[in-house]
């Protein structure tokens, strides 16, 4: 048995939780309803995008890592990036959070 929780469960609880504490929560593509991979964005006011994915760890849990950050001066390479993964993997998710610190909903601190 599988102990990881689906895909849609987990999504459905960032979006609640992340309302409820006054931030904007959306579902920029929405993935396979079980067993899709998760990348979230937290930006604050619309800005400073940093996209996290859970990757592999040696000690066996898979860990939340800052896989790429938005360049003030070409915000379009971080759309082409997200675009680019939008079109690999047609069963991932793509959240946004924009609320301040929204690591913190992820289970990481402030980088």
Not at 78 to 94: C, V
Request: charged residues 30%; hydrophobic residues 40%; negative net charge.
């Amino acid at each position: 048995m599988d102990a990881r929780l689906p895909a849609h469960l987990e999504v459905a609880g960032l979006l609640r939780t992340v309302s409820q504490a006054g931030g904007f929560a959306a579902v920029l593509k929405k993935g396979e309803r079980d067993a899709g991979t998760i990348l979230i964005v937290c930006a604050e006011k619309g800005r400073n995008r940093r996209l996290f994915e859970r990757m592999p760890s040696l000690d066996g849990p898979r860990k939340w890592s800052e896989i790429r950050a938005e360049d003030a001066e070409n915000e379009a390479e971080f759309d082409s990036y997200l675009n680019r993964r939008k079109t690999q993997d047609p069963e991932l998710w793509i959240i946004e959070l924009d609320i301040a610190n929204g690591e913190r909903f992820i289970g990481l601190t402030s980088m």
